[in-house]
Nanobody
Framework: QVQVVESGGGLVQPGGSLRLSCVASGSIYSIYAMGWYRQAPGKQRELVARITNGGNTNYVDSVKGRFTISKDNSKNTAYLQMNSLKSEDTAVYYC?????????????WGQGTQVTVSA
């Protein structure tokens, strides 16, 4: 069974940094892409950053220049380095992995990790 687990969230002051980790495990043949999404109270979930198997990345405009997504293929892990954090970055951050198990290909979501930016 495939599992996707995030970690690294917490409370940080404005201007601070956090690094989120996302580990996919289980019966995995290949991972097409991994992405980070976030959802703030009263708002819809939005894509924050995404990285493909080939290393292509994309970001929502509001985090460009501040956040960096990366991956370690050998560990089936994606990271989100978040710098210069702002209060508006406060949200639950979710990892989504697009995975081919050999039997099926679909999206797998993590449980989310809370990021709170506050003085």
């Amino acid at each position: 069974q495939v599992q996707v687990v995030e970690s690294g969230g917490g409370l940080v002051q404005p201007g601070g940094s956090l690094r989120l980790s996302c580990v996919a495990s289980g019966s995995i043949y290949s991972i097409y892409a991994m992405g980070w999404y976030r959802q703030a109270p009263g708002k819809q979930r939005e894509l924050v950053a995404r990285i493909t198997n080939g290393g292509n990345t994309n970001y929502v405009d509001s985090v460009k220049g501040r956040f960096t997504i990366s991956k370690d293929n050998s560990k089936n892990t994606a990271y989100l380095q978040m710098n210069s954090l702002k209060s508006e970055d406060t949200a639950v951050y979710y990892c989504k992995a697009d995975i081919n198990t050999g039997w099926e290909s679909r999206d797998y979501w993590g449980q989310g990790t809370q990021v709170t930016v506050s003085a």
